[in-house]
């Protein structure tokens, strides 16, 4: 396994999507890799923080907000809208991994 192999590879072995050799291969190269060993504590950091978010109700106007501020080239929209959008973001993903993990 090399490092370009191990990062690709990060996301599923956190979700426990590989076969065994491929989870042995990455376990071998963390323990042998301090930059992709920093890189795998880095994914697990955000899978545990974006799993520990609750769902928040997002306005029917923030989208478009964030669209028309993005289209005419400023930014007005504030931190409070920024972290619902990550609430909502981080909600979506949960429920995609465990649709996923159900299909499987």
Do not use: P
């Not at 990060?10 to 491929?22: A, C, K, N, P, Q």
């Not at 520990?52 to 997002?58: E, I, K, P, R």
């Not at 504030?78 to 996923?100: C, P, Q, V, Y």
């Amino acid at each position: 396994m090399n490092c370009f192999g191990c990062e690709r590879n990060l996301s599923s072995y956190l979700d426990d999507e590989l076969s065994v050799e491929e989870r042995l291969a990455i376990e071998a190269h963390l323990e042998d890799c301090q930059s992709c060993r920093g890189e795998f504590e880095s994914h697990q950091r955000a899978w545990e923080v974006a799993g520990g978010l609750q769902g928040g109700t997002v306005t029917d106007g923030l989208w478009r907000s964030v669209e028309v501020n993005l289209e005419e080239g400023r930014a007005s929209t504030n931190l409070d809208d920024l972290a619902l959008m990550i609430k909502g973001l981080a909600s979506e993903i949960r429920d995609l991994h465990h649709t996923m993990k159900s299909v499987w």
